[in-house]
Nanobody
Framework: QVQLVESGGGLVQAGGSLRLSCAAS????????MGWFRQAPGKEREFVAA????????YYADSVKGRFTISRDNAQNTVYLQMNSLNPEDTAVYYC??????????????????WGQGTQVTVSS
């Protein structure tokens, strides 16, 4: 098991940047592939980005490709989501997720075993 706690959300103007952090518990953090998902008001939860156990592979949703960067620091048990060029469509609750059985990177929520509580990101016009 692993416990995930997101932080770094807040209010930012369109065109601005924000970095989210996801702190994980346990000494087995490096055994989990990690992902970020988001859910906007009135919409379904959607995949944002994923990173493999070692950080060697990443995968992004088309809507954020080129603007967002996922990274991880296994020594600090933390995964990050750097968000640049934010627009109001990025407004959502962002969730961190961990998957024990994921070999590289996947976008399906069902493939992840553990989830954080979420952090709110609001982008104003």
């Amino acid at each position: 098991q692993v416990q995930l706690v997101e932080s770094g959300g807040g209010l930012v103007q369109a065109g601005g940047s924000l970095r989210l952090s996801c702190a994980a518990s346990g000494r087995t953090f490096s055994s989990y592939a990690m992902g970020w998902f988001r859910q906007a008001p009135g919409k379904e939860r959607e995949f944002v980005a994923a990173i493999s156990r070692s950080g060697g592979s990443t995968y992004y949703a088309d809507s954020v490709k080129g603007r967002f960067t996922i990274s991880r620091d296994n020594a600090q048990n933390t995964v990050y989501l750097q968000m640049n060029s934010l627009n109001p469509e990025d407004t959502a609750v962002y969730y961190c997720a961990a998957g024990w059985s994921i070999r590289t990177v996947v976008a399906g929520a069902a493939d992840y075993d553990h989830w954080g509580q979420g952090t709110q990101v609001t982008v104003s016009s």
